[in-house]
């Protein structure tokens, strides 16, 4: 199993200009996450995914779209890229919460940088 | 919703000796305390967690205590080794489908 897989790995990006970070797990997860990573302030949950064709707002959703259009599957958009949004982003995927699993298991994060 | 404390920001200590860093939650609903362990260019990777109907876990040298009534949470590792520098993180959920709640963690330095 490969786990949770994020692309791309690094990005920069010129004020205003939009792009997708992309997602996938192969665990058959129902739920995902998004999270950013600041330094010195944790990670913060952007988004997050109950199952396919369901999103949710988190602590720090503006500027931000999402979308689980498939079960392995969650979509990062940002539609205007700001300096504010410069930030290492991290995808997690768990079991259903409430059971006896419930660890996130996180992908290994797009660093990306917004000029 | 819930805000989650974390100190200290950094920690150093000699090896083979024990390391103690502390978490304060506010939401008396939340029901599951994971630690997350982070090394450099890598995603966060649990390495002990607790729910909130147990005081205290362990496995090898790592161990979580839970004082619900203070809304405290704690990680103790012993006999600390060269692999265990990296920044640790604690974090909270409630009873919600949400996501976690993390610390601002804690840089964890282990001198030879």
């Known amino acids: 199993n490969a786990g949770v897989t994020q692309t791309p790995k690094f990005r920069v990006l010129k004020t205003g200009q939009s792009m997708t970070l992309l997602c996938a797990q192969d665990?058959?997860?129902?739920?995902m996450y998004w999270y950013r990573q600041d330094p010195g302030m944790g990670l913060r949950l952007i988004h997050y995914?109950?199952?396919?064709?369901?999103?949710a707002k988190g602590e720090v959703p503006d500027g931000y779209n999402v979308s689980r259009l498939k079960k392995q599957n969650f979509l990062l958009g940002l539609e205007s890229a700001a300096p504010s949004q410069t930030s290492v982003y991290f995808c997690?995927?768990?079991?259903?919460?409430?059971?006896?699993?419930?660890?996130?298991?996180f992908g290994p994060g797009t660093r990306l940088t917004v000029l | 919703g819930e805000n989650v404390e974390q100190h200290p920001s950094t920690l150093s200590v000699q090896e083979g000796d024990s390391a103690v860093i502390k978490c304060t939650y506010s939401?008396?609903?939340?029901?599951?305390f994971p630690w997350y362990k982070q090394e450099l260019g890598k995603g966060p990777q649990l390495i002990i967690d607790?729910?909130?109907?147990?005081g205290e876990k362990k496995d090898q040298r790592i161990a979580v205590t839970l004082n619900k009534t203070a809304k405290h949470f704690s990680l103790h590792i012993t006999e600390t080794q060269p692999e265990d520098s990296a920044v640790y993180f604690c974090?909270?959920?409630?009873?919600?489908?949400?996501?976690?709640?993390f610390g601002k963690g804690t840089h964890l330095i282990i001198q030879p």
């Open positions: 939401d008396s609903a939340s029901n599951y």
């Open positions: 995914s109950v199952g396919e064709g369901t999103t």
């Open positions: 607790i729910r909130s109907n147990v």
């Open positions: 974090a909270a959920r409630g009873g919600g489908a949400d996501g976690l709640t």
């Open positions: 997690a995927s768990s079991y259903i919460v409430g059971g006896p699993y419930n660890e996130q298991f």
């Open positions: 665990m058959n997860h129902e739920y």
